[in-house]
């Protein structure tokens, strides 16, 4: 975007463009219901020429459904243009949007209509409106058809495929010969927390996944709004004969837990299964721990059954009142996929709630805890930061699904659990405290990222109360706009306003840092088993929302309300989902002028746009805010992805002075349960399956450093005088020796602490190279100060690679990881390239 902006900076200064009209005629040129404005333009209103490409989009409501537009009115009055819509001919909304050049338009709003009738009157006066052309001055026409251009040839770099464009190179040289060469001179500090992961609850990674409860819909209380075939008793159904089974919401153990199961037994013998998620997994020998709440008189019989063979039982009494009761089970074997059957042991009514079922063996033995496999396998990445809740659970779907971070902690039983953005239901029984928890488990920084005050801009439920129901058009309500009537939305038994909201993440930071001898708020976190504060040094507000006025004079409110109180809070503000664009743009003029510290960029994007982005942000202001890459990856799980981004992350450590902090996106998903791909690590009950994705983000988790070190590679190839390269055109040996310089990608770090030198080295060649590295004066200095001292310390350094095989474009697997140990007697390491591959060098 900031090339069209320069473009049209450059247009606006000439005085007008020669053999060309001052101004045209122009009017909206689309189909209805079209995703984006395009418009055609004319010297005499009777020829027109269509320009394809979008002037701006409708970013209104949810993907596929939505993101429409009708009836476009343009209007120029000479300095800025305005363009209204309408989204969506069934709901009473208008959209709305500016912009000073044509290119870069404002991040839309759309205005509630009060009446039906005034709506009807609105879109008829669009329909006839969109049809008139207006007058505007050519470069704006001239601007759009560069824009189209640059669109086009971004769009040609993404879609290349760096493997098939590259295998060349395997004809065209014989051999390929570089030398690294460090510039110990050329030095700067950069953030040692690169590396980190982003936590969501989609495609089964809290519920179901990470979180270690075997039991599904434990609490009863999964509704339709989860997802429509469901009801509070789905993962559960009757066996055999003689019960019968209510929900009940009569008189819960708590209103955050309101349905609880009655079960009716007319004849002993039938019994209520819980199927778990995809079944309940357990190990033979290994202890688990069974709880429910029970009320009423009788009791019933618990047990742990596979293919009909009882691996654990235990009877519980029922109590008169709510009570929680506990019992450890030993599984006599494996199973994969067993179920939880209780029987009810006498006729009569029992009142059942709340079905607990943990491994003992979790990650640290923590109760309540996580998964072990899944969690040491997040720990193994070293992460310096954990981001959760999300992603999009943390703003919502809609005004009533914003993510409430105090109804995630205390007892489970309180919690409120609630409807998943990503079709399903979160219980939060993985919840702040044990986000938190887990985070100094793995020796991370907790970084929450919560919602700013609006739902997801793709929003399908609540925009309004009462109102249109889509997207983030509606915001919570503050005080002053509610005109001392209450808040249509209510939260934890409390009015939601802007307000209230404000003091819940001020609420955050006093729970998580204050002293629990001083504060009720402290003292909860002290209750729950963490007497110390968790010293929570960031906070995000907002994700990739779209960045209108509802939103932006809600992150305002938010974020100068946080700063007053609590200064030593670095807060991450956000700059919408692409690299690009008016959210983009917008998000960081908000950013440089509020002079944040970090925002959040997201983007997915192809393989090839890595590629061809490596210098992304080699031109980004080392004045202004931060960079903390929250969500980001190449499209796809094979190793030609995990090389790219290898690639990408040497450039993002050599650009760490000004990137803080980055997480590949989304962490999990669990086997038929996908969200969304590709993902970092895929899992099933059984399994965990880490990527080649993954593989690489360890790799920069265990060889991160604070210092980045300047170095240049020279390549000096012979070329190929086979047949195969005669035929060809063969490239210049310049051209030649560019291609291959061009896919070398290195890094040179070091980390303080252990005083290591760490040079990554990423090859996306066909073909071998011959690497020569000079670690110049600092390593050839130790390396004498080694021998002379003639004691048996020396210089070491450890080599690991990974590589990609012959079609790194269609395998999933990097080829056998290996470490050797060399013992240097020279400043110049020699070692072998392999083609596709991520090679680290660490110098003790
Ligand atoms: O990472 C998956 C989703 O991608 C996140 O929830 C959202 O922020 C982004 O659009």
């Known amino acids: 975007m900031k090339h069209y902006i320069f473009f049209l900076a450059a247009l606006l200064a000439l005085p007008a463009l020669a053999n060309r009209p001052d101004s045209v005629w122009v009017r909206p040129d689309i189909k209805d219901g079209a995703r984006g404005l395009q418009v055609a333009w004319s010297q005499d209103q009777k020829h027109w020429h269509h320009i394809a490409t979008n002037v701006f989009e409708s970013d209104y409501g949810p993907w596929g459904a939505q993101k429409k537009m009708w009836y476009p009115v343009l209007k120029f009055d000479g300095k800025k243009f305005t363009a209204t819509f309408i989204p969506d001919l069934k709901q009473r909304e208008v959209g709305r949007t500016e912009s000073a050049d044509f290119i870069l338009w404002k991040p839309q709003d759309y205005d509630l209509i009060s009446t039906d009738a005034d709506f009807q009157r609105i879109v008829s006066q669009s329909k006839a409106d969109s049809q008139k052309p207006l007058r505007v001055p050519y470069i704006y026409i001239k601007a759009l058809q560069e824009k189209k251009a640059l669109r086009e040839a971004n769009g040609r770099k993404e879609m290349e495929n760096y493997v098939a464009t590259g295998r060349h190179f395997a004809e065209d040289c014989a051999a390929i010969n570089a030398k690294l060469t460090i510039d110990w001179a050329d030095k700067k500090n950069i953030s040692p927390d690169l590396m980190g992961i982003f936590f969501e609850d989609i495609s089964y990674a809290a519920d179901g996944g990470l979180y270690a409860e075997l039991v599904q819909n434990r609490d009863f209380e999964y509704t339709a709004a989860d997802r429509k075939d469901w009801n509070a008793l789905t993962a559960w159904r009757l066996e055999g004969e003689g019960l019968a089974v209510d929900v009940s919401t009569q008189a819960p153990m708590h209103r955050n837990n309101a349905h609880y199961a009655q079960l009716k037994t007319e004849k002993v013998g039938g019994s209520i299964v819980n199927e778990g998620f995809d079944g309940i997994p357990l190990k033979g020998g290994d202890k688990y721990e069974l709880s429910l709440f029970l009320k009423g008189a009788g009791a019933i019989k618990v047990s742990l059954r596979e293919a009909g063979k009882v691996l654990a039982s235990t009877t519980f009494k029922a109590t008169k009142e709510w009570r929680r009761q506990s019992v450890t089970l030993k599984a006599a074997a494996d199973a994969k996929s067993a179920e939880l059957v209780i029987e009810p042991q006498q006729r009569g009514e029992l009142d059942l709630d709340f079905v607990s079922l943990f491994p003992k063996d979790t990650y640290k033995g923590r109760s309540n805890g996580l998964r072990k496999d899944l969690a040491e396998t997040i720990a193994d990445l070293k992460p310096r930061f954990v981001r959760f809740p999300g992603g999009c659970a943390s703003h919502g779907n809609g005004i009533n699904n914003i993510y409430h971070w105090q109804a995630t902690i205390g007892d489970l039983w309180e919690r409120q659990g609630d409807y998943n953005i990503w079709h399903y239901h979160q219980t939060r029984g993985l919840g702040f405290y044990e986000y938190f928890q887990f985070c100094e488990d793995i020796g991370a920084e907790p970084v929450p990222v919560l919602a700013a005050g609006v739902p997801c801009q793709n929003s399908g439920r609540g925009g309004y109360e009462g109102g249109p129901q889509n997207g983030q058009q509606g915001g919570i309500p503050f005080l002053k706009d509610l005109g001392g009537k209450p808040s249509p939305y209510q939260y934890m038994g409390k009015d939601l306003t802007m307000e209230s909201y404000l003091q819940e993440l001020l609420d955050l930071i006093e729970w998580a840092n204050g002293d629990a001898k001083k504060s009720p708020l402290a003292a909860m976190r002290a209750k729950a088993g963490?007497?110390?504060?968790?010293?929570?040094?960031?906070?995000?507000?907002?994700?990739?929302?779209?960045?209108?006025?509802?939103?932006?004079?809600?992150?305002?409110?938010?974020?100068?309300?946080?700063?007053?109180?609590?200064?030593?809070?670095?807060?991450?503000?956000?700059?919408?989902?692409?690299?690009?664009?008016?959210?983009?743009?917008?998000?960081?003029?908000?950013?440089?002028?509020?002079?944040?510290?970090?925002?959040?960029?997201?983007?997915?994007?192809?393989?090839?746009?890595?590629?061809?982005?490596?210098?992304?942000?080699?031109?980004?202001?080392?004045?202004?805010?931060?960079?903390?890459?929250?969500?980001?990856?190449?499209?796809?799980?094979?190793?030609?992805?995990?090389?790219?981004?290898?690639?990408?992350?040497?450039?993002?450590?050599?650009?760490?002075?000004?990137?803080?902090?980055?997480?590949?996106?989304?962490?999990?998903?669990?086997?038929?349960?996908?969200?969304?791909?590709?993902?970092?690590?895929?899992?099933?009950?059984?399994?965990?399956?880490?990527?080649?994705?993954?593989?690489?983000?360890?790799?920069?988790?265990?060889?991160?450093?604070?210092?980045?070190?300047?170095?240049?590679?020279?390549?000096?190839?012979?070329?190929?005088?086979?047949?195969?390269?005669?035929?060809?055109?063969?490239?210049?040996?310049?051209?030649?020796?560019?291609?291959?310089?061009?896919?070398?990608?290195?890094?040179?770090?070091?980390?303080?602490?252990?005083?290591?030198?760490?040079?990554?080295?990423?090859?996306?060649?066909?073909?071998?190279?011959?690497?020569?590295?000079?670690?110049?004066?600092?390593?050839?200095?130790?390396?004498?100060?080694?021998?002379?001292?003639?004691?048996?310390?020396?210089?070491?350094?450890?080599?690991?690679?990974?590589?990609?095989?012959?079609?790194?474009?269609?395998?999933?697997?990097?080829?056998?990881?290996?470490?050797?140990?060399?013992?240097?007697?020279?400043?110049?390491?020699?070692?072998?390239?392999?083609?596709?591959?991520?090679?680290?060098?660490?110098?003790?």
Request: with cysteine; glycine share 6%.
């Open 530 to 844: 963490h007497p110390k504060p968790f010293n929570l040094k960031y906070l995000g507000i907002g994700n990739e929302d779209m960045l209108g006025d509802t939103f932006m004079e809600r992150y305002r409110f938010l974020i100068e309300g946080v700063k007053a109180k609590h200064p030593e809070i670095t807060v991450i503000g956000t700059v919408g989902p692409f690299w690009e664009g008016s959210d983009y743009e917008y998000g960081w003029q908000e950013a440089k002028a509020k002079k944040l510290e970090i925002v959040d960029e997201h983007y997915y994007n192809l393989p090839g746009w890595y590629f061809s982005h490596r210098d992304f942000y080699d031109g980004y202001d080392r004045r202004g805010p931060k960079v903390y890459l929250g969500e980001w990856a190449s499209k796809g799980n094979n190793v030609s992805n995990a090389l790219v981004e290898a690639a990408y992350m040497t450039h993002l450590e050599e650009n760490a002075d000004v990137v803080v902090m980055s997480s590949y996106a989304p962490l999990l998903a669990k086997d038929k349960h996908y969200s969304w791909t590709p993902d970092l690590i895929y899992f099933n009950n059984n399994e965990v399956r880490p990527t080649a994705n993954y593989y690489v983000q360890r790799v920069f988790g265990h060889n991160a450093g604070d210092t980045y070190v300047g170095s240049k590679v020279d390549v000096t190839v012979e070329k190929s005088s086979s047949d195969a390269a005669d035929k060809k055109k063969s490239p210049s040996q310049e051209d030649l020796e560019r291609g291959v310089r061009d896919r070398i990608d290195r890094s040179v770090v070091v980390d303080s602490k252990t005083g290591d030198v760490i040079i990554k080295l990423v090859s996306m060649l066909p073909k071998e190279a011959t690497m020569t590295i000079d670690l110049g004066e600092e390593v050839a200095a130790k390396l004498s100060n080694a021998t002379s001292k003639k004691t048996k310390k020396s210089v070491v350094a450890s080599i690991q690679t990974m590589c990609g095989g012959n079609t790194p474009d269609r395998t999933k697997e990097w080829e056998g990881e290996k470490t050797e140990k060399v013992t240097l007697t020279s400043p110049q390491l020699q070692l072998s390239v392999a083609p596709y591959s991520v090679t680290v060098v660490r110098v003790k």
